[in-house]
């Protein structure tokens, strides 16, 4: 996602989540998707800071956000993909609750973004973004809404390359300039893709 921008994030005021929610198993990668437990934040904060540093130069103030999974899961939902058979923890990616919005990007109703996207060194090369990014436009089928969005920075070349892969596009008209304490400034990145009606059957639901 972009670098230290959270633009038009919105306070959530929802009891701690406890209801039936998506589940999502691919067994031919043997890999399953479900919501991050309470006691897994510390791993889970560790696991997508280090995929961001081992990828990107970043602040430590982004990287210390990237890592408050604890914080972030109070307000919105984080999903941990583990390996099936062991369930080892392999990625990790942030939605918003039901009728939420993780930041500005998402302008309509109708539409779901996301942010934190994650994968451990470990686990690179089972497809494991791609899964993560797959669940999330399941979710956002399942909610009804028409868009998936997100924000990203021009150095993450390859979380470009996948989700143009997986068919989302540049939405030139909600990027913006970030300025940076130090007086630099960097181009966020904004991609959608249309949610297909039926996507949200690609996943169980639990």
Known sequence: MAPGVS???TAVTQPARRRLVRMSVNDSAGVRIRLMRDDEAASVGRLVRQA???DYELSEDYLAEIEAVADRARDHEVWVAEDAA?????GTVTTPRPGER???VARDRDELDFRFLG???AARGRGVGEQLVHHVT????DRGLRRV???TGPQMIAAQRLYERLGFERLLEREFT???PDGTSILIWAYGRDVDADAGRAAHAA
């Open 7 to 9: 633009p038009g994030a």
């Open 52 to 54: 961001y540093a081992g």
């Open 86 to 90: 062991s369930g080892a923890l392999l």
């Open 102 to 104: 993780l930041s500005a």
């Open 119 to 121: 994968v451990a060194a």
């Open 138 to 141: 399941a979710l956002a089928a």
């Open 149 to 151: 969005v997100l924000n």
């Open 178 to 180: 970030f300025e940076r």
